[in-house]
Nanobody, 122 residues
Framework: QVPVVESGGGLVEAGGSLRLSCAASGNIMRISAMAWYRQAPGEQRELVAEITGGGSTTYSDSVKGRFTISRDDAKNTAYLQMNTVKHEDTAVYYC????????????????WGQGTQVTVSS
């Protein structure tokens, strides 16, 4: 279908910055939205940020003002710039992409990546 691969996770000190990338590949005709979710141990997966095809963005209250989502349509890639990170930002971050791809027909897709670990040290 449409593979999605995240990168950029790692260990960062509290107050520092990190940038995550999410690349979708395949015979993509259009990506309508890309989003970042995160899941901490013992917690449910939660939406962090989303960006639509028109560039509209949505953020969870916990990251508003600190994180910025952006996209490069030419590369089918979304980014999550994480600034002033906190210990509670520690989680596995997942990317989700929605759109249309083509095999013999035009088909909708929703694809998730495998996740990238972000650990914030105090």
């Amino acid at each position: 279908q449409v593979p999605v691969v995240e990168s950029g996770g790692g260990l960062v000190e509290a107050g520092g910055s990190l940038r995550l990338s999410c690349a979708a590949s395949g015979n993509i005709m259009r990506i309508s939205a890309m989003a970042w979710y995160r899941q901490a141990p013992g917690e449910q997966r939660e939406l962090v940020a989303e960006i639509t095809g028109g560039g509209s963005t949505t953020y969870s209250d916990s990251v508003k003002g600190r994180f910025t989502i952006s996209r490069d349509d030419a590369k089918n890639t979304a980014y999550l710039q994480m600034n002033t990170v906190k210990h509670e930002d520690t989680a596995v971050y997942y990317c989700k992409a929605n759109g249309i791809y083509r095999d013999d027909y035009y088909r909708p897709f929703e694809s998730w990546g495998q996740g990238t670990q972000v650990t914030v040290s105090s």
